[in-house]
């Protein structure tokens, strides 16, 4: 069995829309978009390491994170465990730092084929529940 990857990410919302950063090239699932965030060190809480990685490639402080999913999901490489957190608020403007593509799109208009496979579940719980 592969190593377990504990990872987060921010749904991060302002008015009726969500944050999307787009993966870089070279990147495992180059091209699709996803909610921010990344692998958890093994020193930090769930919600200090989606902080970090926060302010590490958008140059925001997020507040008010409330965790609204986990999902376990095997690629072929590697299986990650993701917890997804709600920001609904952040200090900040986001800025691509390390040159990925942002950009703000709402609920509504999400597409499950822009994202990997591991967030087709979170997409249905936001259009459903937010
Ligand atoms: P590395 O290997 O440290 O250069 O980093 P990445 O960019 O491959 O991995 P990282 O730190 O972004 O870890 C997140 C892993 O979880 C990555 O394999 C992609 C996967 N993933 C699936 N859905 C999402 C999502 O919505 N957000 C994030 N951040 N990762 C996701």
Same mark, same amino acid.
């Given at each position: 069995? !592969?190593?377990?990857?504990? &990872? &987060?990410?921010?749904?991060?919302?302002? @008015? @009726?829309?969500? /944050?999307?950063a787009q993966r870089p090239k070279g990147k495992h699932?180059? %091209? /699709?978009?996803?909610?921010?965030? %990344?692998?958890?060190? !093994?020193t930090e809480s769930y919600e200090e390491a989606l902080v970090r990685?926060?302010?590490e490639e958008l140059d925001i402080t997020l507040e008010n994170l409330e965790l609204i999913h986990t999902v376990r999901f095997e690629y072929p490489e590697k299986t &990650? /465990?993701?917890r997804f957190f709600m920001a609904s608020s952040f200090k900040g403007e986001p800025k691509g730092l390390e040159g990925q593509a942002l950009k703000w799109c709402s609920i509504d @208009?999400?597409?499950p084929d822009w994202f990997p496979a591991a967030n087709q579940e979170v997409i249905q719980i936001l259009q459903k529940e937010y």
């Open positions: 069995m !592969s190593e377990q990857i504990e &990872v &987060v990410a921010a749904v991060i919302r302002r @008015d @009726d829309q969500v /944050l999307l699932l180059e %091209g /699709l978009w996803e909610f921010p965030g %990344g692998k958890v060190e !093994s990685e926060c302010e &990650v /465990l993701i @208009d999400l597409q």
